[in-house]
């Protein structure tokens, strides 16, 4: 097959992606998905923690949730966007029980609502410690019931087809995109709309929490279809993922620390207290940057996540699925503090976007990590991302309906691919090369802590490897990997240069040589023009 027409085409199966497809094919569109490898490979799928939303009007409020949302984004967020999600949360929870999740309830019926780390009230809907494996698998069994909607899995989205840049109709929007299949094939997808809800982009650093498919595609492919990138050097460092020879980005939940547990050096002092009232209860991007300056400092590998002062039944009970990877790890939360170090976790910034994911270019959607919505500022609080991608979901496929149903005027033949002129690649040590130095060049230079030197040291370094891989690009037949490098080069790119254009320190960004936070926070944006011509 080279061709296939759709009416929406959604790309990504995190909870943006299958959620949206649902509400789409509810209203009667015919959506097709793809996705790069299984459909419940995603962030989505792994989240643990669970979905910030004001339950208990007793207590709590939508005041208090949107103070805590600018506190912890330092006041770079848009009030109007927190207004926004923080105010639709317990209707999109309400959805999402309306299609079957199961969330974790007390003895009286109404829902247990976790603490985590920025809070000051309990305000985290969960499904025990596998939140994401719930969302996922309910909306996944769903979706593949649907007969409306056609699922693609180890399918591959290239770029968007824009009607301007194939120059096919006098008013600009996206009208499908190209499709790369395992075997190697690319199909021409068009579609009325396209829905990018690819999530995040922390395959780009060495260490880090996300599954390998996070690579920031939908940020490349968005950016390269004219879309602005907005605050992008804002990546949030989880504090507390496992330190381990053989186990690999497992993430140990804030939720750890909000139901007691403390951080403490390896020779078992507390350190917190010198760097945040609250503690090991600080917020993601002090105790990232906390645990970052005691490892510099004392020249120790990890630091230690101490739950042994806890009741042991309370702690298997709250956390029976890390409580088992742990113990399959060799660690017994119970009795042994766990070893810990910080890595890339996720992405603040995004392309630009309303809250409704909309976006410059007509007929293009974003939804869930990808969108730059204003509602995390300069740092995400806990379990908020969750919360923007079921929102987003929803009213992005609102958006959609309503863009299906405008009249536009008809485009001619999508253009095939062209493949003329390009051959298979021998030479794949190039792509291996250039993965690895691209992630150790972002660890190193462009990471928890960064100077005016490191950043240019970067982006001298990553200019190279742009070059060399536009080239290949050209010359040889695309591949997953080949496509993803060129996306985390460019995403990569963006970063160094938002963060370049930050004078200050704010939030999850600190440079050494702007230390200070400005009194005015200003949004960094990046325009496709300015970085691509
Ligand atoms: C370990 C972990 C724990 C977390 N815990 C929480 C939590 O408790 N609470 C919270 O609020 N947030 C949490 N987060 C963050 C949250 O999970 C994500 O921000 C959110 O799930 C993003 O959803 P999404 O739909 O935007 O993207 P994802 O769920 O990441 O889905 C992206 C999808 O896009 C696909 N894709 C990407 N590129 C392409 C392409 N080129 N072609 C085709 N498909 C593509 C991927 O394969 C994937 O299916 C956690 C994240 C991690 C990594």
Redesign the pocket.
Known sequence: MQFKRTDVLV????????FASLVLAERGLKVLI????E?D????????????TVIDLHQDSFQKHIEDTITAGAGLNRRDAVDFFVKRGPETIESLRGLGVHFSTRDDGNLDLGWEGGHTERR?V?AGDI??NELISVLKERVVKDRRITIWQH????DLITTRKFTLAAENRAVGAY?LTQEGAVITVEAGAVLL????C?KVYLY????D???G??VA?GFRAGVPAVNMEMVQF?PTILYHEKVR?M?L???LRGEGGILRTRDGRTFMEKYHPMKSLAPRDVTARAIDHELKKRGDDFVLLDMTMLDPDFIVNRFPNLFKKCFDAGIDMRRDPIPVVPAA??MCGGLQCSPEGTTCVPGLFV?????HTGLHGANRL????????AVM?RYAAEEIVRWQAAPKDAVGPLPLWNEEGVSDSEENVVVKQNWDEIRHCMWNYVGIVRSDRRLERALKRISLIKQEITEYYWNFKVTRDL?ELR?ITLVAEIIVRSAMKRKESRGLHYNTDHPQKLADAHDTELSPEELLG
């Open positions: 790309i990504g199966s995190g909870l943006s992606g299958l793809v996705t790069k490898e459909i490979i995603s962030n989505s799928h792994v989240a643990q923690g669970g979905i910030a985290v969960h939140t994401g399918h591959t989205a290239i499709v809800a690819t999530g995040g922390g880090t929490s996300n599954p498919v996070a690579t595609d939908g492919i989880h980005s993430l939940s804030e939720a976790h996720y939804a869930g990590e990808v969108a806990a379990s908020n991302s969750l919360l923007e991608a979901a496509l996306n």
